[in-house]
């Protein structure tokens, strides 16, 4: 009997100005799909005396702070999970207001795909344009801008295609969108959400779940250049199993590429060529893995690895580099400025760093950059170079998500302060350190 294919998994978030229907979105999606089991319905109904005047209000299903009910805003990230028979999904109601920017970039920093609610009556503001960048900066392939509360403005095709054309004129700024679709939709009573409206003759597209369960993901993980983040030395050191006893693997999660038994890799930062003898996963050995499975590779040669260094293959090599440039988006309500030392957490390492300049920061009215900025402040966006006090082993972030983006953490707080995004690196490692020897 043939092994079922495992169901997809989609992660997407949710984005707008403040009141734009994210919240009632989700809601909506979770109700109509009948994702919500019996007492999530009864818990709904029991707050329905909180907001909504007495009737059932399906924001609540994801604003779960009283302060949001209250005040019909979302402050916090909220995630809830639900599935259909063709996909699963895994959303992110992130806020809508700009002092919580920070959360919202949280918010999608995982996700395939985001949703940029528009309300049809307000059109295209600074917020629609700051999460559109903020979703592009981040690398999400796939974006849906959502033109909600269509009721309100009559269903009219032309309101419609006014805020499309806007939006449209300065998406190409903005780059990196593998897709675009917009779709009219009132999340409030459910059309074009789960069911095709009535309302809507004149849109010939899919509903917002239809597309949600048809978008290509599979090609979204970087399947080309082999990287392998070191997390755990694995040495189980079992007097009473002898092949156990002096195994020595190297685990993992593959943030890029495949790996296949006997290939040649290099080991980074040291620089030492190897081959990789076997691939475990818990339960069995492999021939080949790839992105983004979580396995325990086995080089033929006994080289000292440890936790931070990465396994590469010998094509397309990643920088190696301790003075880097990269975009930021600002956290902490203390501004960032140049000489601060931070610690700088990339893929499975940590090491410390000093921010060496301010190159720009993002003016979220015209979509273009401020040269020179004496600081970033809270929620900000810009450019800034640092220096590393050892070199990391890193990709773009444009080229690869998860070996191209890092935090900064305050050293006596240990707060996070700062999500950044590597820009193409300048020197590469290099290939020619010769074959492994005793």
């Not at 709904?44 to 059932?56: H, I, R």
């Not at 773009?396 to 070996?403: D, E, G, I, M």
């Not at 935090?407 to 707080?413: F, Q, V």
Request: net charge negative; with cysteine; aromatic share 6%.
């Amino acid at each position: 009997m043939p092994t079922p294919h495992p169901i997809e998994l989609l992660r997407f978030n949710t984005c707008g100005s403040v009141d734009d229907g994210k919240s009632t979105l989700i809601g909506r999606l979770l109700y109509d799909s009948k994702s919500l089991m019996e007492d999530q319905v009864e818990a709904l109904e029991k707050a329905a005396d909180l907001s909504g005047g007495g009737t059932v209000n399906l924001a609540n299903l994801t604003d779960g702070l009283r302060a949001e009910r209250e005040q019909g805003i979302t402050i916090d990230v909220a995630y809830r999970y639900f599935a259909t028979p063709r996909r699963k999904f895994i959303v992110a109601d992130t806020p809508g207001h700009v002092q919580y920017t920070r959360n919202m970039v949280t918010g999608a920093s995982t996700a395939n795909l985001s949703i940029v609610l528009v309300d049809a009556r307000q059109g295209v503001i600074e917020q629609t344009r700051r999460h559109a960048y903020i979703a592009a900066l981040l690398g999400i392939p796939h974006l849906v801008i959502a033109i909600n509360k269509m009721d309100l403005v009559e269903w009219k095709a032309e309101r419609f295609l006014e805020i499309r054309d806007e939006i449209e004129n300065f998406l190409p700024k903005l780059g990196g969108f593998r897709d675009v679709k917009f779709i009219p939709i009132s999340a409030l009573i459910g059309d074009n959400v789960v069911d095709a409206s009535t309302h809507t003759p004149w849109y010939e597209g899919p509903t917002l779940l239809s597309h949600l369960e048809t978008v290509h993901i599979a090609s979204d993980w970087n399947g080309t250049a082999f990287r392998f983040p070191v997390q755990w030395v694995n040495r189980p050191n079992n007097p009473t199993n002898a092949k156990l006893h002096d195994f020595r693997g190297l685990s993992g999660q593959i943030a890029g590429g495949i790996v296949r038994k006997g290939q040649e890799v290099l080991v980074l930062p040291v620089g030492i060529k190897s081959r990789i003898r076997d691939i475990h996963t818990h339960d069995s050995a492999l021939q080949e893995a790839f992105c983004p499975q979580s396995v325990t590779l086995c080089l033929e040669d006994d080289v000292d690895v440890s936790r931070g260094d990465m396994i590469v293959g010998l094509e397309d090599l990643p920088g190696l580099e301790s003075s880097v440039n990269a975009r930021v988006c600002w956290m902490n309500l203390k501004p960032l400025q140049t000489g601060k030392k931070y610690l700088l957490k990339h893929s499975t390492q940590t090491v410390q760093a000093v921010v060496t300049q301010i190159e720009n920061r993002i003016n979220f009215q015209t979509l273009e950059p401020e040269l020179n900025p004496a600081s970033l402040a809270v929620n900000d966006i810009g450019t800034i170079r640092l220096k590393t006090s050892k070199p990391l082993v890193y990709d773009a972030y444009a080229v690869n998500r998860l070996t191209g983006s890092f935090i900064l953490i305050e050293p006596g707080t240990h707060a996070t302060v700062g999500a950044g995004m590597l820009l193409p690196p300048v020197e590469r490692a290099r290939h020619d350190y010769g074959d492994f020897s005793i």
